[in-house]
């Protein structure tokens, strides 16, 4: 596809675009910590290790938009035959469009796949005209939709500036949220809890106690410091609960060596520990002054155990390292108790069909303010001391 001297093909997966032309895109400022999810090694390893690969329904197409033989802009992509592991649910849509006849899968999918964290998904060189490349990723993925024999484009995850532009393009707004944890400056976790009310500062420090009173200490791991073994632990618990959870847990044991080998410094792992045997992980990674909590996995149950090594210890960590913010993930309303705030995600969708447009912005429409309006109430039923 080729329009106004700007070229847009399907490139396929990510080792095909390479690692220096896709971080050239994914971190343009040359920063030391980028964001973790939008890395070349972040989807190599998803694609390299048969998680995200057209077996388990994700097919890489990813897009480029080159000017002059350089690479400007990179959008994740993905033919998907399936709505799962996106956590921007779609079936209901589908169901809408073959119940009169239509096809919704294949679709196309622009994400980072099995994590529901905010980012750039139109990444853009350093020296690109920002604007003029994210219309033209927009556009060439709005016109790949009929290419693929597609019916539609999801762009999950966004920051709000790409949602926004997304809209001028003809797509379809949808919101969300999510919870996260802010730091306000906090040296220690004692200065967090006395923002918090009395009630719900004696149930955090209760729910830690318990903790404590099992024996259980806790290792961060980060760097060097992680070995095969410890990914050879973490991987029990993570199929263990994923199992239970899913059913079918989406990624490979290969998945985890790869990140620990190629991005071990932005990667922390939890451990929980009774004496020397380990019970329980957390899988977080970090990078622009936030900690993305990803997986979490035990096998053995004990109360509290998930809100102190997932929740707890991500805000210990957050404030040893200084770090602005800890996103813990998808869904949830039970992190609100736990001092993490309400805020809104983004998704943006290009649907061909045209019956199926319609209906579906009407009901985005109505969503969208049901949204802001929990958004809304969650805030006031905040946990922090009222004034």
């Not at 990444?123 to 024999?149: C, K, M, Q, Y």
Request: hydrophobic share 40%; charged share 25%.
């Amino acid at each position: 596809m080729t329009e106004d001297g700007v070229t847009a093909r399907l490139s396929g997966r990510a080792a095909d675009i390479g690692a220096t032309a896709w971080n050239a895109c994914a971190n343009p400022s040359g920063r030391p910590d980028p964001h973790p999810f939008t890395r070349y090694e972040f989807f190599v390893a998803l694609e390299e290790s048969k998680s995200a690969v057209p077996r388990t329904g994700w097919r890489p197409v990813h897009l480029a938009v080159e000017r002059h033989g350089r690479i400007e802009g990179l959008m994740p992509l993905y033919v998907k035959r399936h709505s799962q592991g996106e956590y921007v649910f779609d079936h209901a849509w589908a169901d809408a469009l073959e119940r009169i006849g239509g096809r919704y899968y294949p679709k196309l999918q622009s994400a980072v796949p099995f994590t529901p964290v905010t980012g750039r998904r139109m990444l853009i060189a350093n020296g690109a005209d920002e604007t003029a490349t994210r219309n033209a990723l927009l556009s060439a993925g709005a016109a790949a939709v009929e290419h693929l024999d597609c019916s539609s484009l999801h762009i999950t995850f966004p920051i709000e500036e790409e949602w926004r532009a997304a809209e001028a393009m003809g797509y379809l707004l949808r919101t969300d949220r999510q919870f996260h944890w802010l730091n306000q400056g906090y040296d220690s976790f004692d200065t967090f809890l006395a923002e918090l009310s009395s009630s719900k500062r004696k149930n955090l420090r209760k729910e830690r106690a318990a903790i404590q009173a099992e024996g259980i200490a806790f290792d961060w791991l980060t760097g060097s410091d992680i070995t095969e073994a410890h990914w050879d632990a973490f991987f029990e618990f993570y199929m263990d609960t994923g199992g239970r959870k899913w059913g079918h847990p989406y990624l490979t044991r290969e998945f985890f060596s790869r990140i620990g080998q190629d991005m071990a410094d932005q990667v922390l792992l939890i451990l929980a520990r009774r004496g020397k045997k380990y019970i329980a992980g957390a899988l977080n990674l970090f990078g622009e002054g936030v900690l993305y909590g990803r997986n979490w996995g035990c096998t053995e149950y004990v109360p509290f155990l998930h809100f102190e090594a997932c929740y707890y210890q991500a805000i210990d960590f957050a404030i040893a390292k200084g770090l602005a913010k800890v996103e813990a993930g998808a869904q949830g309303e039970h992190k609100l108790l736990r001092g993490y705030n309400p805020v809104p995600t983004y998704s943006a969708h290009f649907i061909a069909h045209p019956g199926l447009r319609t209906a579906v912005a009407n009901y985005l429409k109505a969503e969208r303010d049901a949204i802001a309006e929990d958004i809304e109430d969650l805030s006031a039923a905040s946990p922090f001391k009222k004034g």
